[in-house]
C-alpha cells in the first residue's frame, strides 16, 4: 500500500474556496460534466444566430459547461472561459433589479408574468393595457429595462453593469461591436419600444431605453460568469463566492418564477416540464439552469434551436436533471450539514488499548486516517458536500471511514457520487470503509451492481465504526513498520505495570501472583461486583464493555497481552464499573488487593514503582478522553 503519510495536516484546515481538482485527481462531479461535454460535443445540430451580424462571427464549436454549489464550489469544464454577449440573459437579473427599484405592484402594472408561448421578439401585448405579458419576451424585457432607476441614462447604465458584476462576482463590461451591431439592426425593438410609449408603460422617449436595452444584451460574460450568476440565485441572492448579496432575498422567488414560466419562450412548458429548473437561454448561446438553495449551471454553446435555444445547452441540462434527479418537483429541501462529524486517527483512536510506542506512531501518523460521521438524506446536493470535503484532503488521506449510522436514505445520485468517490481511491490505492453500510441496502445494491459479485474487494465494512478504526489503524501500522503485529503473549518482565522492577523484584511479585484461564467468550469481571484483584494480562485479548441507556451494551476497550486491567478498584476500592470478557481463550496473572498491600508493607519500593506505573496509564486513557472531547463537543 502506497501511503500519504507526508506532509503532515491538520483535519479541520479550513481552505479557501478553491476550484475542482486537488492534485490527486478529479471530482466525481467535474468528471460527470467532462463526460456530459464528452457526450454532447460530438453534436452539430443547430445553427448560429445571424440577424445581429456581430454574433454571426461566433465560433459555431465553442462549448462551455459551469456548475456552481450553493456552497460556491465551482466545477467547469470546456470553454467555460470565452466570453460572448449575454444577450436574453440579462432580462431575469434586470427583472430583480426593477423589482428592488420599484415595488413589486408598480412593476407588475407594468409587466404581466403570464407565459407567452411566442417567440421571443413577437410584438405581442395584453389587449386593451398593451402590458407585455410576461418580462422574459423582448417586450416585456424593454419594459423592464425601462423601470432602472437612475435620473441620467448614465446612471442606469452604471446601475445595471453593478448589478450584473455582484452576480457574477467580477466587474463585467459591453461589447462594444455587439452592441452597435444589434443597434444598427434592431428595428423591430425600437418598434416594439414605440408601441411600449403608444401605451405608456414606457412614460419617456423609448429612444434611449432601447439603447439600454440593447447594452444590456451585449453585456460581455463567459460560462463560468453564468455559473456564479446563476448560484446567485440558487444561493437566495447572496453570492456564493464573494458572500456579496447581489439581489434582496425576497425577489429572487420573483425572477425564479418568470424564469420557470417563461424562460424558455415557447418551450417553456415543455422545458419545466422535462428539466424542472428555471432557466434562461439567450440568442448568443448560453443557458442558465437553477436549482433553488442547490446549484445553478450556465452552459455556452451558439449552435440554435428552432426555439432560438442553445441546442447543445439544452441537452446538457437536460442529462444533468436526469441523471442526478434534478427536477424542481423532485426534490426534498435540505437545511442540515451532512457532516456530523469529522476526525482523524491522530484526534480519536478506537478501543483498541495501545501500547505507548503503537500509540506514539498512531498519534505522528494517524491523520492520514479520516473519518467522517454522515447524517440526513444523501442527495445530490448533500453527496456533493461529503464528496468535496473528502477531494480536499484527499492527498493526505489514505484510509477513508464513511460511517452511515445516522443517514436515514440516500438516492441513486449519491450512490452514483460514491462509487465514483470509490474508484477513485482505488485507482490510488487508497481505501474506503464503511460502517453500518446495513442501513443503506440501495446503496449497498448499488455497490454490488456496479462492482460486481466481488464488490467487497472494493471497499471495507464494519457494523462497528470502532472496529472500522481497528482496522484502518492495523493497517496503517503494518504499513510502517512490516514487522508489527498484536502482542500475543507477554511474560512477567514485559507487564507495563512492572516496568521499573529489578530482577529481583519481579522474583518478588511473581511469587504472589496467581495464574488463571478463561475460554474464549467467558466472563472474566461483573459490573457490580466486588474488586479483590487487579489483572495482568498474559495471553489473548479481552474487552471491556459497559451497559448503554438502551440497554445495547458498548464495547470502550480491548486489551492485549502485557496490559493491566481492572486495576481501578485498586485504588478506589469500588465495586466494578464494566464488565469484561474474553474475546479469545486468554490466561491472566491475577495479583490480590491483600498482596499489593502487604507488598507495601515488605517492599514499598515495589508498590510506589507500581503506583506510578498505575498513574501513568490513567493519565494516558484521560489525556486520550480529552482528545476525543474537543473532537466530539466542537
Ligand atoms: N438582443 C437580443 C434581441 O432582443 C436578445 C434576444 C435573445 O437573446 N433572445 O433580439
Redesign the pocket.
Known sequence: MKLAIQPRRPDNSTQPVKSQTSQTGLSPVLERLQQLHRTHAPIHDGKV?T??PELAKADPDTFGICLVTASGHIYEVGDSQTPFTI???SKPFVYGLALEDNTRPDVLQKVGVEPSGDV??AISLEPGTGRPRNPMI?AG?IATTGLIAGKSLRTRQRRMLEMFSLHAGRELAIDDAVYRS?SET?H??RAIGHMLRNFDILTEDPTPVVEL??KQ??VSVTCRDLGIMAATLANGGKNPVTGKQAIRGEYVESVLSVMASSGM?DFAGEWIYRVGMPAK????GGVIAVLPGQFGVGVFSPRLDEH?NSVRGIRVCNDLSRVFNLHLFNTAHLGQSPIRLKFNGAQVNSSRVRTPAEAALLHHHGHCIQTRQLQGNLVFSTAEAVVHDVMEILEATDFLVLDLKHVPAIDESACRLFAELLTRFDSLEKRIIFTHLAHLPRLARYLKTRFGANFEKHFRKFDDSHLALEWCENQLMHSLSPAWQTVRSATIENYELFAGLSQKELATVASVLQRKRYRQGETIVQAGDDATELFLLANGLVSVTVAMNNHTHRRIATFSAGMVFGEMALIDQAPRSAHVSADTDVACDLLSMADFNQLGETNPRIKIVMLQNLALGLCQKLRKTNREISVFDS
Open positions: 444566430a440577424y445581429i444577450q436574453s440573459i421571443f421578439n423582448n424585457a444589434e434592431g423591430r425593438n436595452y440593447f444584451c451585449a419562450y437561454s439567450g440568442v448568443s432560438g
